[in-house]
């Protein structure tokens, strides 16, 4: 049976997927949830008298990084903790996998992000609260879009909404844990661009809640005010004195303003200046080729092209952002028009995750992808060049 010469750029993918999770089991070896056990060793701690956010009585190169609030809120479930947070995690997996449905270009992104480098599997694998809390906001994007493209079916395009109060809430929940997921409330704003009924509604909707949330973050961090400074003091060990800041584009310029002490924040600046421009160049494009327009159904994946711009915005990208990061921008690549140049370039834009796969011939242990950052940036950056040539056309009617 003779192959189609378009599926040889997805085979070869897929390919050097399976290959990457085969390998990615080894990280089992020292065992799995080592986040899961800073969580339960720090409540421990805290609820026999101690302090959870001392290097000293925690041990280990991880920190107890979460506002004081959250450490209370831990504290309450006692030695009910562990098996609370399992139980958790299980169920953001589920409901994530549900969701997806029977899509196959959404398993197939989720297929090729979590096999990528073996962050998926890293990222479940950590126990760490982030990706779950990725898996859940996802998955309620993911649901919208189901929605949106059965009202398609029904030539109901006008129905389309992005007011969603429950992925609202839950940013705003979810921020309490981890404050940079503020971020993603944009999601909704912006894809009420053109949609007079619902700009004001989502408007008021967010800044409603941003209010509840800044206010309880404010009295909590002056109520545990003796925690809070050992909060700040342990967050600043760990990412500055640690440098434990993963993958942002910070990264970039941190070791050459380190050596300029006080001017370091000059690296962030640029972080969040690269972000910000990356993002307002696809807003641009969208409304002005008509990718957001109200009754075309190439709107209804532009959520997850943000999400991914989004977490962008995070400085200190780990893994377990990455993963939900390469999934959503996989989701928004698929659902766009494939040509040959733009399958063959995917397929160069994955290839290069085998630069990072030790022990094979592929694997770069000096140059530029020696340094794992340069790797996922230039996957990242090939597929999200692919993206921005076709929204510089008119969106297809």
């Given at each position: ?304 092209l943000l999400y991914f711009l989004l977490t962008l915005f995070n400085p200190r990208l780990k893994v377990y952002d990455l993963f939900p990061a390469f999934f959503a921008l996989y989701v928004y690549f698929f659902s766009l028009k494939s040509t040959t140049v733009s399958r063959l370039l995917f397929l160069v834009a994955y290839a290069l995750s085998l630069t990072q796969l030790t022990g094979s011939v592929f694997f770069a242990s000096q140059g530029i992808f020696a340094n794992p950052i340069n790797a996922y940036y230039w996957s990242m950056g090939i597929i999200f060049l692919i ?11």
């Amino acid at each position: 049976m003779q192959i189609q010469k378009s599926l040889i750029p997805w085979i070869l993918t897929i390919s050097i997927a399976i290959i990457w999770l085969i390998v990615s089991f080894q990280h089992f070896e020292s065992g799995i949830f080592w986040d899961l056990g800073v969580y339960t060793k720090a409540i421990n701690i805290f609820n026999n008298g101690g302090d959870p956010y001392s290097p000293n009585q925690l041990g280990g190169y991880l920190s107890f990084v979460y506002h004081p609030l959250i450490l209370h809120g831990m504290a309450l479930f006692g030695s009910w903790l562990l098996p609370v947070l399992i139980t958790f995690y299980f169920a953001s997996m589920v409901y994530f996998l549900f969701s997806l449905r029977n899509n196959s270009n959404l398993w197939l992104s989720l297929f090729l992000a979590f096999a990528y480098c073996g962050i998926g599997l890293i990222s479940l694998a950590s126990g760490n609260l982030t990706v779950f809390l990725h898996l859940i906001l996802l998955a309620i994007l993911v649901k919208s879009l189901s929605q949106n493209l059965d009202q398609n079916k029904n030539q109901n395009l006008s129905s389309f909404t992005y007011t969603n109060t429950t992925f609202v809430i839950l940013v705003i929940a979810f921020s309490s844990i981890k404050p940079y997921f503020l971020v993603y409330l944009a999601i909704p704003l912006i894809m009420q661009w053109g949609k007079n009924e619902g700009v004001a509604k989502t408007i008021r909707l967010v800044l409603t809640w941003v209010s509840i949330f800044f206010a309880l973050m404010i009295s909590s961090s002056l109520f545990y005010s003796t925690e809070f400074s050992a909060f700040i003091a342990t967050l600043q060990n760990q990412t500055l004195g640690k440098r434990d800041l993963g993958y942002g584009f910070v990264m970039f310029f941190y070791d050459y303003y380190l050596s300029a002490g006080p001017l370091i924040y000059r690296a962030f600046v640029l972080h969040f200046a690269i972000a910000v421009l990356l993002l307002l160049i696809v807003i641009y494009l969208a409304i002005k080729n008509k990718w957001l327009s109200v009754n075309k159904l190439n709107s209804a994946y532009f959520p997850f092209l943000l999400y991914f711009l989004l977490t962008l915005f995070n400085p200190r990208l780990k893994v377990y952002d990455l993963f939900p990061a390469f999934f959503a921008l996989y989701v928004y690549f698929f659902s766009l028009k494939s040509t040959t140049v733009s399958r063959l370039l995917f397929l160069v834009a994955y290839a290069l995750s085998l630069t990072q796969l030790t022990g094979s011939v592929f694997f770069a242990s000096q140059g530029i992808f020696a340094n794992p950052i340069n790797a996922y940036y230039w996957s990242m950056g090939i597929i999200f060049l692919i993206i921005i040539v076709t929204l510089a056309k008119p969106a297809p009617n």
